[in-house]
């Protein structure tokens, strides 16, 4: 069965702390991972890594997908409080339709 | 900018009730999917669409249908409500992936359905 894992489950950390989020997976048939941020409506798109070892970078945050070990890490240096959200990870298996499979998601707060 | 509309943003419903929630997408886009979404198991996909007329059964298909009559519109059907269908609904929708070009998926802001 295709699965995603994330972790930690939840994390609090200080404005300017560095943090890394991690996403693990089992599929068959892959294609893509993708990042998300939710805050209180829909998730945007953060990145979509497709080959190993090449480093998606935005701003302050920064990732990266190893396909021979099976996961991703999503880094956000310097925190900010507006970084406080839900982080997905999902992954693009198969099919015409691009279907995702997410993980449960990193809840993060940064606090002041 | 994509622009993926949710009808709703909070619903309330009885169990028993016939309920709809719509989406539509501004981009011409093929494919669309409903999601829901409840703490600590995620997003679930119910059901997805690539086409007009064309509809898949997601990872959790029970208790709902979909439509899909025009290109922009994807609607959900809670055929009897119940109070286990009560959870938040996201609507998104992508192009199709062609070949080595692959694009994410772009969201709605949500329904959060109460079923009582």
């Known amino acids: 069965e295709d699965k995603v894992v994330q972790s930690p489950l939840s994390l609090v950390v200080h404005e300017g702390d560095t943090v890394t989020l991690n996403c693990s997976y089992e599929v068959t048939n892959f294609r893509s991972l993708l990042w998300y941020k939710q805050e209180k409506k829909a998730p945007t798109f953060l990145f979509m890594l497709t080959s190993s070892g090449i480093e998606k970078k935005s701003g302050r945050l920064s990732s990266i997908l190893d396909k021979k070990e099976l996961f991703s890490i999503l880094n956000i240096t310097a925190t900010q409080t507006g970084d406080s959200a839900i982080y997905l990870c999902?992954?693009?298996?198969?099919?015409?339709?691009?279907?995702?499979?997410f993980g449960t998601g990193t809840r993060l707060q940064v606090t002041l | 900018d994509v622009k993926v509309t949710q009808s709703s943003r909070y619903l309330v419903k009885r169990t028993g009730e016939k309920v709809f929630l719509e989406c539509v997408q501004d981009?011409?886009?093929?494919?669309m999917f409903w999601y829901r979404q409840d703490p600590g198991l995620g997003l679930r996909l119910i059901y997805f669409?690539?086409?007009?007329?064309?509809?898949e059964k997601g990872d959790i298909p029970e208790g709902y249908s979909v439509s899909r009559e025009k290109k922009e519109r994807f609607s959900l059907i809670l055929e009897s409500a119940s109070t286990n269908q009560t959870s938040m609904y996201l609507c998104?929708?992508?192009?199709?992936?062609?070949?080595?070009?692959?694009?994410?998926?772009?969201f709605g802001d949500g329904t959060r359905l109460s079923i009582l």
């Open positions: 669409s690539y086409d007009v007329k064309m509809k």
């Open positions: 999902a992954v693009d298996f198969t099919g015409t339709a691009s279907k995702l499979t």
């Open positions: 981009m011409d886009h093929e494919n």
């Open positions: 998104a929708s992508s192009p199709p992936s062609r070949g080595s070009v692959k694009k994410p998926q772009h």
